[in-house]
T-cell receptor
Framework: DTEVTQTPKHLVMGMTNKKSLKCEQH?????MYWYKQKAKKPPELMFVYSYEKLSINESVPSRFSPECPNSSLLNLHLHALQPEDSALYLC?????????????FGPGTRLTVL | GDSVTQMEGPVTLSEEAFLTINCTYT??????LFWYVQYPGEGLQLLLK?????DKGSNKGFEATYRKETTSFHLEKGSVQVSDSAVYFCALFRGYAGGTSYGKLTFGQGTILTVHP
């Protein structure tokens, strides 16, 4: 089983709202990722967690706050977003971050910021 | 830095036609190479992968061979179906670099494939 689940599937929020995206995997993977994808573009890496510790932050604005409560869960907390943050947010996981490790993606959360 | 270049799309084919989507890469060391597919409104699905030179990845009739001498990983399928219509991303992963592990997939720009009946 190579399933990564994400909730919610769709989210509409105002610029003053606080919301969270959730990602879950039960494959025993020790690395988890958040990506942002704009229409007709490849995904852009935002954060990498390895063994529940944040190992990479790709200079993402502080209005995005990741959290990894345990090895199976990854959250992305959103606050004071801008309309240009509207995008598909993808979560992925991999066994580790070695060169042979494959990243498996979830279905994504379609975020619209009004 | 690492980079992946895919042939520009969109690509439009008739059902049962032969498909090639070119992918070349630039990277130091020995990256793993991947093809991901994204159907409309969905996330990315792993299509196939290769982890070392001359490896051939295959899945669902798609194939790609890791060619280090030409730094290429071209995707091929002998007979496409309407259900293959999607966006295809070539990607590389260099998990270990300069003494630190690094978990960044480097993607190409994506190629939109449309297959007509």
């Amino acid at each position: 089983d190579t399933e990564v689940t994400q909730t919610p599937k769709h989210l509409v929020m105002g610029m003053t709202n606080k919301k969270s995206l959730k990602c879950e995997q039960h494959m025993g993977h020790r690395a988890m990722y958040w990506y942002k994808q704009k229409a007709k573009k490849p995904p852009e890496l935002m954060f990498v967690y390895s063994y529940e510790k944040l190992s990479i932050n790709e200079s993402v604005p502080s209005r995005f706050s990741p959290e990894c409560p345990n090895s199976s869960l990854l959250n992305l907390h959103l606050h004071a977003l801008q309309p240009e943050d509207s995008a598909l947010y993808l979560c992925a996981s991999s066994p580790g971050t070695g060169v042979g490790d494959t990243q498996y993606f979830g279905p994504g959360t379609r975020l619209t910021v009004l | 830095g690492d980079s992946v270049t895919q042939m520009e799309g969109p690509v439009t084919l008739s059902e049962e036609a032969f498909l090639t989507i070119n992918c070349t890469y630039t990277a130091t060391g020995y990256p793993s190479l991947f093809w991901y597919v994204q159907y409309p409104g969905e996330g990315l699905q792993l299509l196939l992968k290769a982890t070392k030179a001359d490896d051939k990845g295959s899945n669902k009739g798609f194939e790609a061979t890791y060619r280090k001498e030409t730094t290429s990983f071209h995707l091929e399928k002998g007979s496409v179906q309407v259900s293959d219509s999607a966006v295809y991303f070539c990607a590389l992963f260099r998990g270990y670099a300069g003494g630190t592990s690094y978990g960044k997939l480097t993607f190409g720009q994506g190629t939109i494939l449309t297959v007509h009946p």
